[in-house]
């Protein structure tokens, strides 16, 4: 990576706070998500089914939020179908699966064990179809049945899935739930809370799942604190607020966060902004680009997998040896190849190519296809190297597939 690079991610990464703080004054409001040292951000959904698919047996708990607020910005949308890949990918038989819905007060969806007789495309059509009326959230009492359910489940490991869009909304004081939602809330502090039995069951849960390493969390529409609670923030905005006329009520509910913003002018706040999201996109762009491609190779697909890591550019020579090989050129070495038949090379964006060395007497077939110039390889592709007769020795094929980087041995 160049200093220039360098420079750009160390601008970029001290911009980030700033642009998201000066966004949110130029939309008017003091309410601001910037995550707290150690959390974790929210995450796209492929990622934590390919986190977790190798897991099991195991728990999965979706807490799945179905107040009005998720009904902007297509929020419940994401969260139906981020559940449903999850369940798809993520899941496999023998894992015990559950989902919470939750608004103030909390309701279990389904609660079964994936087997042949109950498939998760089933369970993905018991997925709530629709916000419900309501005014209030309460996530953290979903939170805490759901670490209840994973610790009944010891020692199967447990993951929690939190899809919410991260507004917390205080509920009306006629709502059966307020005694509830008071039970783990205070009413001046968001993240001060009132030591209840309730509050001291979820907070001694967290601590004990993660010191026993048991408990794996992901957000979706949320960050997850360092102590594994979502990171919760006010309903300021328009749609934000679970409330019927949230649409023109712009007012913040009794929730305060501790601190203040000062109203500042939207001209150079939006300026600053666009002038850092630029600047951001560049560096994106860049690291991008520079991201080095995984391969794995592997003899006929049977013999130990070898992993390597290729910048764009770098080559791995397919045959040879490293005694042999030119500066900077990696080496899969190939029983009875003494040079190299192919080269597979880095690309851009972390991907691959493959390209013949043309060595007399030697041709390389990718997926069946004579290799000509630089031809991109994937996972589950297949190169074939043919070695021509000799007058000691018949010819010889050697099969090498590309497997994928991030299964297991």
């Known amino acids: 990576m160049t200093n220039w690079r360098n420079i750009l991610i160390l601008a970029g990464a001290l911009l980030l706070p700033i642009l998201v703080r000066q966004t949110c004054l130029a939309q008017g409001t003091d309410q601001t998500y910037v995550l707290p040292p150690g959390a974790a951000p929210a995450m796209d959904p492929h990622d934590i089914a390919d986190k977790i698919a190798n897991l099991s047996p195991k728990t999965v708990v979706f807490v799945f939020d179905v107040t009005m607020s998720t009904s902007t910005g297509g929020v419940f949308e994401r969260e139906r179908e981020a559940t449903a890949t999850i369940l798809r990918h993520g899941c496999k038989q023998g894992d015990h699966v559950v989902l919470i819905k939750f608004g103030t007060g909390i309701s279990t969806v389904f609660d079964t064990t994936l087997s042949e007789s109950v498939s ?41 899935v939190l899809l919410t869009d991260s507004f917390n909304d205080q509920p009306l004081k006629t709502d059966p ?48 604190a360092r102590s594994g609670r979502p990171v919760e923030r006010l309903p300021n905005g328009p749609g934000e607020s679970d409330s019927p006329d949230a649409s023109d009520n712009t007012t913040p509910t009794v929730l305060t966060q501790q601190g203040h913003e000062t109203q500042q002018t939207n001209w150079p706040a ?11 996109l560049i560096v994106g762009v860049g690291a991008a680009l520079g991201r080095p491609a995984s391969v794995r190779l592997s ?21 040879g040896s ?3 090989a030119p500066p900077g050129v990696e080496t899969y070495a190939i029983p009875g190849l003494k040079e190299a038949a192919a080269y597979i090379v880095g690309q851009r964006g972390g991907s691959a190519a493959i390209k013949s060395a043309n060595a007399d007497g030697i041709r390389v ?28 020795a018949e010819e010889r094929q050697i099969r090498v597939r590309v497997l994928d980087p991030k299964a297991p041995h």
């Open 120 to 160: 998760a495309d089933s369970l993905i059509d018991k997925i709530p179809p629709a916000v419900e009326p309501g005014a209030g959230t309460n996530i953290r009492w979903p939170h805490n049945a759901a670490l209840r359910l994973i610790e009944a489940d010891r020692p199967n490991p447990g993951v929690v």
């Open 177 to 224: 739930n307020y005694p509830m939602y008071r039970a783990y809330y205070n009413l001046y502090k968001l993240t001060v809370y009132p030591k209840t039995p309730q509050n001291r069951d979820y907070e001694g849960l967290l601590r004990e799942l993660y010191r026993q390493h048991r408990l794996h969390e992901y957000g979706v529409g949320v960050a997850i």
């Open 270 to 280: 939006i300026l600053g902004g666009a002038a850092a999201a630029l600047l951001l």
């Open 299 to 319: 003899l006929g697909g049977k013999s130990v997998p070898v992993d390597f890591r290729l910048k764009p550019g770098a080559r791995l020579s397919l045959g």
């Open 322 to 324: 490293p005694a042999t």
């Open 365 to 392: 077939l990718h997926n069946g296809v004579s290799v000509s110039g630089e031809m991109p390889i994937r996972v589950d592709d297949e190169v074939r190297i043919i070695v021509a007769a000799t007058d000691g």
